[in-house]
């Protein structure tokens, strides 16, 4: 069965990431991490699964009350690569390739050991820049909206 069908696969599609979902934001970086590595000839197929099993984590981050952001993001960012390989490795069968991905994508946290990995980690921070980036925008355009003049909105 193809990761993408798989039940517990699935279940990232209910789960938040930036203005979307995880299933999204793995589907996305997979596309982009699988453009770059055929221009590049690497080992495609390591990359695709790699990719899409990276944020296997299956819950929701969130902030908890009274605690700092930064370092539950710090958290989120050291443990969630674990996770996922944990998941991953339950559900599918995984060669060395796709662990470094997988444990390796939050650089600098992790130091990915191939190229595969590197690729899938620009790859996923890319996204994840446009992603907060498209956020910040939509953020921006309502808190301006709502300090004009009614007369000035459209």
Not at 44 to 52: H, Q
Not at 105 to 119: D, Q, S
Not at 128 to 150: D, F, G, T
């Amino acid at each position: 069965m193809p990761i993408i069908e798989h039940e517990e696969y699935q279940k990232m599609r209910i789960i938040p990431h930036h203005h979307g979902s995880v299933f999204d934001h793995s589907l996305a970086v997979a596309y982009l991490a699988y453009r770059i590595a055929s221009r590049c000839n690497l080992d495609v197929e390591s990359t695709i699964r790699g990719a899409l099993l990276h944020d296997f984590y299956l819950y929701k981050f969130k902030k908890r009350e009274n605690r700092n952001i930064l370092i539950e993001g710090l958290r989120h960012s050291r443990n969630h690569p674990k996770i996922a390989k944990k998941n991953a490795l339950k559900y599918f069968e995984l060669n060395v390739k796709e662990i470094d991905i997988i444990v390796n994508h939050m650089f600098p946290i992790g130091l990915p050991r191939c190229y595969e990995a590197w690729v899938t980690t620009l790859a996923d921070k890319s996204l994840a820049l446009i992603e907060y980036s498209a956020r910040v925008a939509y953020c921006m355009y309502w808190r301006r909206r709502r300090q004009l003049p009614r007369n000035l909105k459209a």
